[in-house]
């Protein structure tokens, strides 16, 4: 089963960097996946979206990318920003389920 | 921009006792959502609601778990007899398509 734990995998990455965050996701049945945002004390907050039948879609300054193949998806944050530190969650579902399963989160620290 | 707001923001109580979680959605959404989120840990699904009844729950939403839309705007969440393990936040959600909209969230402390 999963290990779950107080610490999080943590990115510092300085301030005009990309930034990649990883998630492998569980079940191969899910055809939509999304990207959170979560900064302290807040609730999570949509960020971008794909759906099984893309690998790749763009939006302003983040990009995900799915690898169905090894049941894969990340995110690309392009000249991160200080404002971008925060936990990144990934969540996948499939249709005709609404029920969002979340991955573990990662933390993005932006070092200015 | 329509948002989904929850209350209180943080709630203490002792254990044993009961809360009752408050959650408005946003008003033209039909399905809404209670999730947790233990310290440090993942978001975890608890229920979903539609159409006035619950339409899926997790192994989590035991007994002591029930969600309510009392009055066409309002969406509760009342935990019965509060367990020390039920400290977490949580977090109500409604939906549009497949994009989820998640409030502030509450957190409950149990001591």
């Known amino acids: 089963g999963e290990s779950v734990g107080l610490h999080l995998p943590t990115l510092s990455v300085q301030e005009g960097d990309n930034s990649i965050i990883n998630c492998a996701y569980s079940n191969s049945a899910s055809d939509y996946f999304i990207w959170y945002k979560q900064e302290s004390g807040k609730g999570p907050q949509f960020i971008i979206d794909?759906?099984?039948?893309?690998d790749k879609r763009q939006g302003q300054r983040v990009t995900v990318l799915l690898n169905k193949t090894v049941k894969h998806l990340s995110l690309q944050i392009a000249a991160t920003q200080p404002g971008d530190s925060a936990v990144y969650f990934c969540?996948?579902?499939?249709?005709?389920?609404?029920?969002?399963?979340f991955g573990k989160g990662n933390q993005v620290v932006v070092i200015p | 921009e329509p948002e989904v707001t929850q209350t209180p923001s943080h709630q203490v109580t002792q254990m044993g006792q009961e809360v009752i979680l408050r959650c408005v959605p946003i008003?033209?959404?039909?399905?809404f959502y209670w999730y947790r989120q233990i310290l440090g840990q993942k978001v975890e699904f608890l229920v979903s609601?539609?159409?006035?009844?619950?339409?899926?729950k997790s192994e989590i939403f035991d007994d002591q778990f029930s969600v309510e839309r009392p009055d066409g705007s309002n969406f509760t969440l009342k935990i019965r007899s509060t367990k020390l393990e039920d400290s977490a936040m949580y977090f109500c959600a409604s939906m549009r398509g497949h994009e989820a909209f998640f409030g502030q969230g509450t957190r409950l402390t149990v001591v």
């Open positions: 008003s033209n959404h039909l399905y």
């Open positions: 969540a996948e579902t499939f249709y005709g389920n609404n029920r969002l399963a």
């Open positions: 609601f539609y159409n006035n009844e619950i339409s899926e």
């Open positions: 794909i759906r099984s039948n893309m």
